[in-house]
T-cell receptor, first 111, second 114 residues
Framework: LAKTTQPISMDSYEGQEVNITCSHN???????ITWYQQFPSQGPRFIIQGYKTKVTNEVASLFIPADRKSSTLSLPRVSLSDTAVYYC????????????FGGGTRVLVKP | NAGVTQTPKFRILKIGQSMTLQCTQDMNHNYMYWYRQDPGMGLKLIYYSVGAGITDKGEVPNGYNVSRSTTEDFPLRLELAAPSQTSVYFC?????????????FGPGTRLTVL
């Protein structure tokens, strides 16, 4: 499974855009890039998934360059309730059996 | 749908005791997982199952056992509890196909072994 690297923590302020970049240099051809969000004392929650270019949903956008060796999760106009840990995962349909959650990025949104 | 439910929410065990963590999902998902999360860390996969009657080890299976007799239930058994098993345990499930890596997580069981 491709290893991912992401910043340990990020601080932001309400109303700002938060961008978290994840490196996955060894991503395989069949791998998807998936992001999860985890609030304190809760299980992780799926946010978004993509394979290439840009994916957008009601929560976030995911930008994937052509070489797919990195990806950026973008959270528009964050609020205090977006304070959470964000995990970047890489794997294919079969590897979904053994997804690896790294340490994630701890995002703190300040008033 | 209730989604993924876990019981109990909290439990304190003494060293050497045993217990079963219950996990049930009502989404008819074939794939189910057990993870543990130590304070400030990411999740580590303990066991997973791709369907009733089929289970396999994850990254940290030692000290645990699982069974999968039905699609809905995936209990995790701790034998001879040790302080190193103090953690938060999450159960998750996902459909067989589609949505690739989207797993649905339960609320967790916080276990303390003293």
């Amino acid at each position: 499974l491709a290893k991912t690297t992401q910043p340990i923590s990020m601080d932001s302020y309400e109303g700002q855009e938060v961008n978290i970049t994840c490196s996955h240099n060894n991503i395989a051809t069949n791998d998807y890039i998936t992001w999860y969000q985890q609030f304190p004392s809760q299980g992780p929650r799926f946010i978004i998934q993509g394979y290439k270019t840009k994916v957008t949903n009601e929560v976030a956008s995911l930008f994937i360059p052509a070489d797919r060796k990195s990806s950026t999760l973008s959270l528009p106009r964050v609020s205090l309730s977006d304070t959470a840990v964000y995990y970047c995962l890489v794997g294919d349909e079969a590897a979904g059996n053994k997804l690896t959650f790294g340490g994630g990025t701890r995002v703190l949104v300040k008033p | 749908n209730a989604g993924v439910t876990q019981t109990p929410k909290f439990r304190i065990l003494k060293i050497g005791q045993s217990m079963t963590l219950q996990c049930t999902q009502d989404m008819n998902h074939n794939y189910m997982y057990w993870y543990r999360q130590d304070p400030g860390m990411g999740l580590k996969l303990i066991y997973y199952s791709v369907g009733a009657g089929i289970t396999d080890k994850g990254e940290v299976p030692n000290g645990y056992n699982v069974s999968r007799s039905t699609t809905e239930d995936f209990p995790l058994r701790l034998e001879l509890a040790a302080p190193s098993q103090t953690s938060v345990y999450f159960c998750a499930s996902r459909p067989t196909s589609g949505g690739a890596n989207e797993q649905f997580f339960g609320p967790g069981t916080r276990l303390t072994v003293l």
